[in-house]
């Protein structure tokens, strides 16, 4: 039986890949028998040509594409397409060929072998990347591995094949706050991971700066580990013993040599301190607390504006009139 598998595509100003992409796509679905194709393209609010190119692209069978009112972010992105996605088989792939669609022969062999549900990709080197990014990078998959109990994988990629059983339990996942390297791991099911060396861009600049890097691990974070809360129980009972021994310390000291009044820098240095780890604590409960105020809004993830059904419809309309 003829098999399908969706491509799904986030674009945030991409004009500069889209086409290679497809050309490169177009090239690789020759390796295929009996295997139909659908690109669904994500335009995230880009501000460049990006949009023209994919509905010109849609003139072709095998190219849909869904535009967003404005830039939503890739994890939205990803979560249309695999929402819009029809095939037995869905893959996420980047637009800049970052992640090589010759792999995908590869991916859809094991998925059909039957034993995984999900062949998913990440990198080994980090060539062509600042070092001090590589740097925290590893430090984050450190910490977010030692306080979280869904497994992140260091240098994981989007970049993965899912059956169509694993995209339906990853749309189930309705949060608001995203974070699908958590979100894939979360559901479970089998995966099976393929290593490959860095590739660069073809063309185009990265969209993620070093900041936007940092705050989407800290969400991820918040997302997925609650033991930043428990930081103010436990730095609160290991305060309490310390006073509980400054206590004792002073009282025999008084006893001893009387009450000379002195010592009040260091009295300042720990109200600084503790005034500190309390404005810390407080905000690490605040972190939590936005993101719990955001998920309870219940506001929808991403808002459409345009797909190529939309415009077909639109152009029959204009023909009725
Ligand atoms: N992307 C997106 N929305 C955004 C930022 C990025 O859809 O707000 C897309 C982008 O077009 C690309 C993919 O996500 O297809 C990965 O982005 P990029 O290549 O800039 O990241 P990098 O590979 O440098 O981590
Ligand atoms: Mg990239």
New binding site residues.
């Given amino acids: 039986m003829m098999k399908k598998i969706s491509l799904v595509?986030?674009?945030?100003?991409?004009e500069a890949?889209i086409k290679l992409f497809y050309a490169e796509i177009q090239k690789i679905e020759k390796n295929f028998t009996d295997v139909e194709f659908e690109i669904i393209f994500?335009?995230?609010?880009?501000r460049d040509k990006?949009l023209e190119l994919m509905r010109e692209l849609s003139k072709n069978d095998d190219v849909r594409y869904v535009s967003f009112s404005r830039?939503?972010?890739?994890?939205?992105?990803?979560y249309a397409g695999l929402e819009a996605s029809s095939g037995d088989y869905v893959a996420i792939?980047?637009?800049?060929l970052?992640d090589p669609p010759a792999l995908l022969k590869e991916m859809y062999e094991i998925l059909e072998s039957g034993e995984y549900d999900s062949v998913a990709t990440r990198r080994v080197t980090r060539k062509g990347e600042p070092v001090i990014r590589s740097f925290f990078a590893r430090l984050y998959y450190k910490i977010i591995n030692k306080i979280s109990k869904t497994e992140i994988v260091d240098g994981a990629?989007?970049f993965r094949l899912m059956t169509r059983q694993m995209v339906n339990a990853v749309l189930e996942v309705k949060e608001y706050n995203r974070f699908s390297k958590g979100i894939f791991s979360w559901v479970g099911f089998r995966t099976k991971w393929l290593e490959y060396e860095n590739i660069e861009?073809a063309a185009?600049?990265?969209?993620?700066s070093f900041w936007k890097?940092f705050l989407y691990s800290l969400d991820s974070i918040v997302a997925f580990s609650t033991v930043p809360l428990s930081i103010a129980s436990v730095m609160g009972i290991l305060f309490c013993f310390v006073a509980f021994l400054m206590i004792i310390f002073v009282i025999v000291r008084t006893l001893i040599y009387g009450d000379p009044t002195s010592g009040w820098p260091s009295m300042v240095c720990i109200m600084f301190f503790i005034g500190g780890v309390q404005l810390l604590c407080i905000g690490i409960i605040g972190q939590y607390l936005s993101k719990a105020y955001l998920e309870v809004k219940r506001r929808p993830i991403y808002i459409v504006a345009e797909t190529e059904e939309s415009k077909i419809r639109a152009k029959n309309d204009d023909e009725v009139i």
């Fill in positions: 595509v986030p674009c945030y100003n991409e890949v994500i335009n995230d609010g880009s990006t830039n939503f972010g890739k994890e939205a992105a990803m792939m980047d637009a800049d970052q990629r989007d861009r185009g600049e990265t969209k993620w890097l």
